[in-house]
């Protein structure tokens, strides 16, 4: 079943069951300083959760744009994580809870193909409950009659969903599926979430949650005015299982990505014979890096985000250059993007339509990037595998903060890639070296901008040049002497 599909039948059957069809909102969160971009579809429905505004319906269902950058380094390891996806949601804002969640998202799994679901098999499925649900647990037993060996009690880390950040947050009930023995060992989700595959959490969003760290520590403030449900249904994962292909990299809206870089750098995918991502050989990672970077930074931009040195500029930036640099590894070191753009391109546009109509100005900023990056890869690339081998040379493991600063400050090289492409050569860099020149540069920068507000400019250095040498006279003017007698 092709993605548009899946799209389709997820809307058709929430509309039908009462929910309303919101659109997507756009990638980058504008609303909430403390997100950069949307990591799920709650977010544009945080206000109705919370109670500070009246929702327009009681139930609604979208298909939301995300961007996960935490997720960055396990794309193409696992066979899951993309930095863009998109998330289809249903939702409920004080109507019904957790026994109408499970049953919808039992239905639409399982129902037949011909009935409008996705025909899973029910035997394949099971389900997760925080540890302490008995009522998710018993709905899911005794109501959905799922057996008791298939529903596993979890804890706070993976049931217990919130943003992150203060706001609505509550337990969680997963559904994961079984890919067989081919992808990994039995024993269920605890074991190996790669055999089974997490493709839909429904969260009971009843509590708010304050201050903390992370997924599992936390304060709870107290209970929302209602008790609200909100799911997630990772569209690519659903793809993958629907398609019958090891990964959402290889789905028909990202595959075709893949394919082109094969035909331009020559280079095969699926070397490894392991339908398991995580013993994946390094170029086929490349391969998934590639296509999914890409696809991303075609979102990002078509959403409004220009490459740049900071905040959401810089993620953008950050994927683009990742890209580009697998593309090298893989062999090819010609500007890739006017081949490859076009591609995500096609994949993305029956769904955004205004991909295609903003690709001008998408790909102008997008191949000006590819250009720039190529420039400062050249130079400061020369300069890294100089350090690296001199470092090696000398029997040292570190690449030295002085080093790494050079390349941020004369290349442009930024400390991640340096990490990156040091790590590749089996080095570690001195970050604590790095970050301290920084931290000095910066305060000599804010030293010259206060002297210079306050024209108190620090002149010593020229006093010590005139009592050392004397007045000198100044002959600029008079007499002409060219650049090249000078040098
Ligand atoms: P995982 O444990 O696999 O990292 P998660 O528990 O972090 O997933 P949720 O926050 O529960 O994910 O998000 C809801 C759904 O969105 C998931 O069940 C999954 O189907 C999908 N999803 C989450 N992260 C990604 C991602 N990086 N790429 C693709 N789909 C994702
Ligand atoms: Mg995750
Ligand atoms: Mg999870
Ligand atoms: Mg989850």
């Known amino acids: 079943m092709q993605t548009a599909e899946i799209q389709r ?18 990638l980058p969160a504008m609303d909430d300083p403390n997100l950069l971009f949307i990591p799920a579809g709650m977010v544009q429905f945080v206000p109705y959760f919370l109670g500070q ?29 993309g930095t863009f996806f998109q998330m ?34 029910g035997e394949k499925i099971w ?16 109501v959905i009659g ?17 943003m992150g950040i203060p706001g609505p947050c509550g337990p969680c009930s997963e559904l994961y599926y079984d890919r067989g023995p081919a992808y990994g060992p039995d024993g269920g989700p605890e074991v ?15 509590y708010e949650r304050g201050e903390g760290k992370g997924k599992d520590d936390f304060d709870i403030l107290g209970e929302l005015p209602k008790k ?34 094969t035909e331009l750098t020559g280079k095969r995918y699926g070397v490894s014979t392991s339908q398991t991502a995580s013993q994946s050989h390094p170029d086929d990672v490349r391969f998934r890096v590639v296509a999914d970077h890409l696809r991303s930074s075609l979102m990002l931009i078509s959403d409004g985000i220009v490459p740049s040195n900071e905040g959401r500029g810089y993620v953008l930036r950050r994927l683009m250059r990742r890209a580009i640099r697998s593309v090298r590894l893989l062999g090819y070191d010609k500007a890739a993007l006017p081949d490859l753009l076009p591609v995500a391109r096609d994949c993305m546009q029956d769904a955004y339509p205004e991909v295609a109509a903003d690709f001008e100005r998408i790909s102008t900023y997008a191949y000006a990037e590819e250009d720039a990056f190529l420039r400062t890869l050249r130079t400061g690339t020369t300069i890294l595998d100089t350090a690296v081998s001199e470092t090696k040379r000398s029997g040292g493991a570190v690449l030295s903060g002085t080093k790494a600063f050079e390349l941020h400050d004369t290349y442009g090289f930024p400390i991640d890639l340096t990490l990156e492409m040091a790590e590749e050569q089996g080095l570690k860099v001195d970050e604590t070296g790095f970050r301290r020149l920084m931290t ?18 620090d002149l010593s250095v020229y006093h010590q040049v005139r009592d050392t040498n004397g007045l000198s006279t100044f002959t600029g003017y008079t007499e002409d002497r060219r650049e090249s007698d000078v040098l």
């Open 88 to 121: 289809n949601g249903n939702f409920s804002f004080g109507d019904y809870f957790k026994e109408q969640a499970i049953k919808h998202a039992w239905a639409l799994s399982t129902n037949s193909v011909a009935d409008g679901g996705f025909g899973l098999d």
């Open 228 to 261: 609200n449900i909100d799911t997630g249904m990772g569209m690519e994962r659903m793809a993958a299982l629907l398609q019958g292909v090891d990964n959402m990299y290889e789905i028909d809206q990202v595959r075709p990505l893949i394919d082109k870089t």
């Open 192 to 206: 190996d979430e790669d055999r089974y595959l997490e493709y839909w959490n429904l969260v009971f969003m009843q």
């Open 9 to 26: 039948r997820f809307l058709k059957y929430f509309e039908n069951n009462g929910h309303t069809v919101v659109p997507s909102a756009p």
């Open 440 to 457: 000095e540069q910066r305060q000599r920068a804010k030293a010259d901008a206060q002297s210079r507000k306050t024209g108190h400019v």
């Open 127 to 142: 389900a997760t409950v925080y540890h302490d649900d008995d009522e998710a647990y018993e709905i899911w037993n005794k």
């Open 146 to 162: 799922l057996p008791a060996e298939r529903i596993v009690h979890r804890g706070m880390a993976d049931n217990y969903w919130s």
């Open 53 to 81: 505004a009246t929702p327009p319906y009681r139930r609604a269902t979208s298909i939301q744009k995300c961007i996960r950058t935490p997720d960055i380094d396990e794309v193409g390891k696992t066979s899951r994580h």
